[in-house]
Structures are given as C-alpha cells and as structure tokens.
C-alpha cells in the first residue's frame, strides 16, 4: 500500500495532486490547482495519512459575488479573507477585510489616512448612504479587533464580515457607477 494519496482537482481534473501525512498529525490547508487556466483552492484536511475532506471550493467563497468592477487587488484581498477564514485564522480574515474596505475607498478617491477618517471623508462626499456608512463602520470595528486587539472572533462573526464586506464593496461600486441625479 502507497504512504500517498492522490487526488485530482474537482473543476479541471487535470494532474495528480499527491499527499502525504506520516504519523500521528492532523493536516489542514489549501491545494491550488497547478494548471495555470485553473488555480481552483482546494480545502483538505488529512489525518493519520487518510483524507478526512476534500472539498471542491472553500465553503464561503462569496468572492465569486464581486461586481466585475472591482479591482484585482481587492478580490484577492477577500479571497485571502476567505482562505483564512477556513484555516480558521479569524484575525487575518477580520484584518483583509478592513484592508479591502480601505482599498476600496482609495479606489473611489478618498484619501489615504486612518480608516476612521477615510469613513467620514467617503460620507462627505456622498460615496457613502446611511446603510453603507454603518456598514462601514461596522467592517472597520472588526478589522480593528483582528488587527489591534486581544479579543476572540468566532468563525459566524467572520463569515458575517466576509459576506458583508463583498455587500459594501459591491453597494460602493455600483453606487459610483450611477450617474449623478
């Protein structure tokens, strides 16, 4: 009997991705795809050499609901997110979150400074409704707590964020792509 197992990728099925775990340990992580027309993510966790879960995609992945506008670097900002989120990494998820609010709002021509103040400037000039700025807020609270405080976010909090983020983002984009009344 081989110590490997082999798998394929659920979207391309293209080459083997082969694994190995020795001993008593408890693997879980993230296979990319190795075709360069692929890079699908694949979650596993392996224990004691056999495959627990092998997925097809990672289970929150709302990245795919990002409205085409949106720049490269903000999606890979919330599929980082994502990753993290599954790793269970909760801080690094909160922490890309408000990174790629921040982005986005740079995006839109806010000035770079503290989130706090990007916020309000975004509300000034009307890039920002009620609902978006509470969003906002919201956003930048949990992202100051995966990257500035001692405090536990659980893994509904994050997946709440993850969803609520890609909202705002898409609720910002579309709202500046709106010709003016």
């Given at each position: ?175 500046t792509a709106r010709p003016a009344n």
């Amino acid at each position: 009997m081989s110590d490997w197992t082999t798998l394929k990728c659920a979207k391309c099925h293209g080459d083997d991705i082969r694994l190995m775990c020795k001993g008593a340990a408890t693997i879980t992580g993230i296979l990319k795809c190795g075709n360069s027309s692929c890079n699908n993510e694949h979650p596993f966790t392996m224990v004691n050499n056999y495959l627990q879960e092998f997925l097809p995609n990672l289970p929150v992945e709302v990245s795919q609901n990002l409205n085409a506008a949106i720049p490269d670097d903000i999606i890979a900002d919330i599929k980082e997110a994502e990753r993290a989120e599954y790793l269970q990494c909760h801080k690094a998820a909160a922490t890309m979150c408000r990174r790629a609010l921040q982005i986005g709002l740079i995006d839109k021509g806010v000035s770079d400074k503290p989130l706090s103040g990007m916020i309000e400037d975004a509300k000034t000039q009307g890039l920002l409704d009620d609902k978006t700025y509470i969003l906002a807020k919201s956003i930048k609270g949990f992202g100051d707590i995966g990257a500035h405080r001692n405090e536990t976010l659980e893994r509904g909090d994050i997946q709440m964020l993850i969803h609520l983020t890609v909202k705002m983002l898409n609720e910002l984009t579309e709202r500046t792509a709106r010709p003016a009344n």
